[in-house]
């Protein structure tokens, strides 16, 4: 066993744990070219279905917040489908592939539904916006004085 480890580790890997770690000279860009140049009979025989979404949320911090919302939606573990979103400006770019065209078309339906709730709900909580100090004040007055009013009336004192 022990020549097998060093025979192993002269190759560039090294087995730890029953898991074969490789080490590779070549620089991440040219690994990630060569992986996708090597064809195995799965993926020849399974191809990808893939489209490619862009939606105008009309804000870049509209589609932001989107963006961040629709990512913590996962897939569900049965689907082979892959999402990637990102934005550019106040658009929404989300690339969806499948192995399979089913999951494909069930993940961008899912991914419409929750794109419109999460701008519906981007527009309602958007349209609140914080008192300025002055009428939290007046408000408050105005509860003081109502207050002062009612003990007034409930104590027979108009």
């Given amino acids: 066993m022990e020549s097998k480890k060093a025979i192993r580790s002269n190759v560039g890997a090294q087995k ?12 991440d860009e040219e690994s990630e070219v060569k ?6 009979s799965s993926t020849v025989s399974q191809s990808m279905h893939s489209a490619v979404i862009r939606i105008d949320l009309e804000s870049s911090e509209a589609a932001a917040m989107i963006c961040r919302t629709l990512a913590v939606d996962k897939e569900p573990m049965r689907s082979t489908a892959t ?27 899912n991914l419409f539904d929750m794109c419109d709730l999460a701008k519906q ?29 009612l ?6 004192v108009p």
């Fill in 35 to 40: 992986a996708e140049h090597q064809l195995t």
């Fill in 121 to 149: 709900t981007y527009d309602i909580v958007g349209g609140y916006e914080l008192n300025a100090e002055k009428e939290t004040i007046a408000r408050k007055k105005k509860r003081t004085v109502r207050n002062s009013n």
């Fill in 151 to 156: 003990s007034v009336v409930e104590n027979g």
């Fill in 16 to 27: 730890v744990d029953d898991v074969v770690v490789e080490f590779n000279d070549e620089s």
């Fill in 83 to 109: 999402r990637i979103l990102s934005t550019e400006g106040s658009v929404l770019v989300v690339n969806i592939s499948s192995t399979d065209r089913k999951y494909l078309q069930k993940s961008v339906d």
